[in-house]
């Protein structure tokens, strides 16, 4: 998500190269201040305050009925008549504050109408029941959630419970967090007059909760200011040097941004594409997180290009002229179009270089996509109505459900399945800490946003949910990979899952599980079986261990069979023949041979790579052929993911096909991968290929294959 807000010390120049559209480039919430609020008249009066929120909102949708708000205005305004604010301001500029940021953010009438009321129920003697009967079930929902988190209390002590009652209680609607966040941004805004140590209080919990909070929602436009008025509070040295750099660099006469502007706005006029082209000034924590990371700062650290254009496939056609006509950095490009964040977040990333050799990075979307961006789920309206065909159209299919995004869903899901309040309060707080996201791809093309670090244990989780126990491995870009494996931006990841109904996590995995879900849904299985758990490597290790302490059979046994075998006729009269161990060779291969000492032809598979090296040497080939096709003996390597009960269903599978076993070794399980060798007696080698299909078809056996030794002694 994009990481800047307004910053009123450094503004930079906007250029719009679109006459026909005002320019709303940003939503400026700091702007909004006591003067907008209360007007040109005295402090007990306001009439004219309602009249800011009836424009804003009119700005999103024109044809919007004000008379919801008009009435909550007058409920609200007497309600909280004589009430003040420790700032000593009417207690009513509160609620209208907070309701003019989100009319600002472009949040629909009904929120706008709880907003204005949120406190009511809470501080005045209105009830629910009026507030429900007055202005429908909507409404009183909202108020009563936002009442309800009102009573949360931060503290240490009391955070898993309270905070997990909270999401109860307001989960099922986003726009009860919507108004709670807009709330502290304007509780925040007026802190100054609170005591200095219960200013860093709040501030340690805004920092910690609802700015991650903010970020999962994609309301960047709040998450931005919290975090400039936090660092003001917990880092005024910080944040004053910060400020002294912005206001330095506003000064300058030379403007790297503003230069790469003017060529980005004439290469896009001369191929014809309509866009705005404008600087966004970084806010003051993505100055300071800037100058920490490549120390001494230039002008275009101090900002970024935003280019908006109409349709999507006009993003695409930007980024290829600028990276035609201007000097691309292409391992700044990111591409969050074909791949949106888990908040909803869309735009292009790319950054070009400026004559001097500084880099300006280029953000490129739509409208729609920078009014998601900056709102996140605030933008999607009313989340009970009906979308228009104008929003079908624009979300194409996308997210039907805006009251469950994709992250909400999934905390709403944990706290549902955490054990205990203290094992989701953990797991929600490293989630929250967070802050970057991979995604990997399924093979039928769709997709999985998962936090950086995390492995297929958790792929498996965020796919199958508690159906995931059943998980016996992974192939990763193709490639055979363990559960622990850790997965990158952009791999594509297979889940291979077994057929046992009563398949059961490993202890093991709670190791390797970085998500919520996983780690959930694994803790809550190990709660529900004491003393289980252990899962897939435990009885594997037991089953590898009774097959290894079984006597191995003799090297006599394994050249001895108990039947005629199938034998190989050679073009050598006289020739002793002998099967090579390196490849072990049966009916219906394809064979060569080779003359070694004593008049001995040994007998290669053709793709044997022994044959390849006594080629390389001179030797001479025998022709060989198969004489009548019956028993044969032949070793073959299976390759699994360790579960219970793999052994017997290996065996079972054996037996069932008519294969005798003459001697069975399983090698120890390494991170749950389990190798085991057959030496197998079959009646009839036309049957080979049945019985290694059969061995395939056992859960948890990903390959079988035909023993290949590199020994060169047997040539």
Known sequence: MSAEATNPASPGPVINTVPRRKARPRIDLRRLGRAALLGPTARDRLPDAIGHVAEAHRAHYPDADLEPLRRAWVLAESSHRGQMRKSGEPYITHPLAVTLILAELGAETTTLTASLLHDTVEDTEVTLDQVGKEFGAEVRYLVDGVTKLEKVDYGAAAEPETFRKMLVATGSDVRVMSIKLADRLHNMRTLGVMRPEKQARIAKVTRDVLIPLAERLGVQALKTELEDLVFAILHPEEYDHTRELIVDNASRADDPLAEVTDEVRTVLRDAGIQAEVLIRPRHFVSVHRVARKRGRLRGADFGRLLVLVNEDADCYGVLGELHTCLKPVVSEFKDFIAVPKFNLYQSLHTAVAHTDGQVVEVLIRTHQMHKVAEAGVIALGNPYAPPSE????????????????????????????????????????????????????????????????????????????????????????????TLSTVLKDGDTVQLLMGQDPASEPSREWLEHAHTPA??????????????????????????????????????????????????????????????????????????????????????????????????????????????????????????????????????????????????????????????????????????????????????????????QHHNTTAF
């Open 390 to 481: 104008e929003q079908q159209a624009a979300n194409d299919g996308e997210r039907a459900d805006p009251t469950r995004p994709g992250w909400l869903s999934r905390l709403l899901d944990w706290q549902e399945g955490a054990p205990d309040p203290d094992t989701f309060w953990s797991t929600l707080r490293e989630d929250l800490a967070q802050d970057r996201e991979i995604t990997v791809f399924r093979p039928d093309g769709g997709t999985l946003g998962l936090p950086d670090g995390a492995t297929c244990v958790d792929a498996a989780y965020e796919q199958y949910g508690e159906d995931a126990h059943a998980c016996i491995g992974a192939r990763v870009n193709g490639r055979l990979a």
């Open 518 to 707: 996983a780690r959930i849904a694994i803790q809550r299985w190990i709660a529900a079986h004491p003393g289980s758990g252990d899962g897939q490597g435990a009885e594997a290790d037991s089953g590898a261990q009774s097959a290894r302490s079984a006597p191995p059979a003799s090297d006599d046994t394994l050249d001895t069979p108990t039947a005629r075998p199938a034998t190989p006729v050679v073009d050598q009269p006289g020739a002793t023949v002998r099967l090579a161990g390196c490849c072990t060779p049966v009916p219906p291969d394809e064979v060569t041979g080779f003359s070694v000492r004593g008049g001995v032809v040994t007998v290669h598979r053709v793709e044997c790579s022994a044959v390849a090296h006594m080629k390389s040497v001179g030797r001479a080939e025998v022709g060989v052929r198969w004489g009548d096709t019956t028993e044969c003996r032949v070793t073959l390597v299976a390759e699994s993911f360790g579960r219970p009960h793999l052994l017997a269903d290996l065996t079972e599978a054996i037996a069932l096909e008519g294969a005798e076993i003459v001697s069975a070794t399983v090698e120890p399980p390494t991170q749950q991968r389990v190798r085991h060798t057959y030496t197998l007696q079959l009646p009839d080698a036309a049957h080979l290929l049945t019985l290694m299909r059969a061995m395939r078809n056992v859960p948890g056996v990903y390959d079988v294959s035909r023993a």
